[in-house]
């Protein structure tokens, strides 16, 4: 079967550096998205990787390696905005999207 | 760019009455449109996908003649909720795809729908 792992929630704190973890097995693979989700609201985008190695955006980095079957979202200079909850989707070879379950992040002063 | 939109945001029923959802791409033509359904802090769980001009096609365990989908024209998917029930009360969200090999998705705002 397709199975998106991830932590359920983690916690930091104000200004330091927090890495949300996501492992996959899909039927093939055409990318994996991170996307962020505040209570009650829809995603939005954040990052796309299909070649391994690390994207960088800002604040924002997402790294991926298809051998391992494993991505990270790396976030910095945390703020409290950035409390949501993260995604991690995986494309499979039918172009179909496959849904983490999402990691909770709570920002602390 | 690449704005989507929901309509309604928010709306309470009855138990056995229809709910139509509205989405719609503002600012480009969507190839293929998905449905989902979230509950509360669980993931997004996709319900369906439909082309335009074409039938939707079901996830598994998704009832076809409860959830209704339309997806006349590239800017335009509604979902019905036929005979809503209080276990249908869920956010639905609606994505849009402009196709080709990115495929990224852009969500709309998602629709809360409780019924009583």
């Known amino acids: 079967g397709q199975n998106i792992d991830q932590p359920t929630e983690m916690t930091a704190t104000e200004g330091a550096i927090v890495q949300i973890n996501c492992t996959y097995q899909?039927?093939?693979?055409?990318?994996l998205f991170w996307y962020q989700q505040h209570a009650g609201e829809a995603p939005t985008f954040l990052s796309y990787n299909v070649l391994d190695g690390l994207e960088e955006k800002g604040r924002f980095s997402s790294f991926l390696s298809r051998s391992k079957g494993y991505s990270y979202l790396l976030l910095k200079e945390l703020q409290m905005k950035d409390s949501a909850s993260y995604l991690c989707a995986v494309m499979d070879s039918n172009y179909q999207l496959i849904w983490g379950a999402g990691t909770k992040l709570i920002i602390k002063p | 760019g690449a704005v989507v939109s929901q309509h309604p945001s928010w709306v309470i029923c009855k138990s056995g009455t229809s709910v139509k959802i509205e989405c719609r791409s503002l600012?480009?033509?969507?190839?293929?449109m998905f449905w989902y359904r979230q509950f509360p802090k669980q993931s997004l769980m996709l319900m369906a996908t439909?082309?335009?001009?074409?039938?939707?096609?079901?996830e598994q365990g998704v009832e076809k003649d409860k959830f209704l989908i339309n997806h006349a024209s590239l800017t335009l998917s509604t979902l019905t909720v036929t005979s809503a029930h209080p276990e249908d009360s869920s956010f639905y969200i609606c994505?849009?795809?402009?196709?080709?090999?990115?495929?990224?998705?852009?969500f709309g705002p998602g629709t809360r729908l409780t019924v009583l």
């Open positions: 439909s082309n335009e001009g074409s039938k939707a096609t079901y």
């Open positions: 600012d480009f033509q969507a190839t293929t």
């Open positions: 899909t039927s093939g693979f055409n990318g």
């Open positions: 994505s849009a795809s402009q196709g080709g090999d990115f495929n990224e998705q852009f």
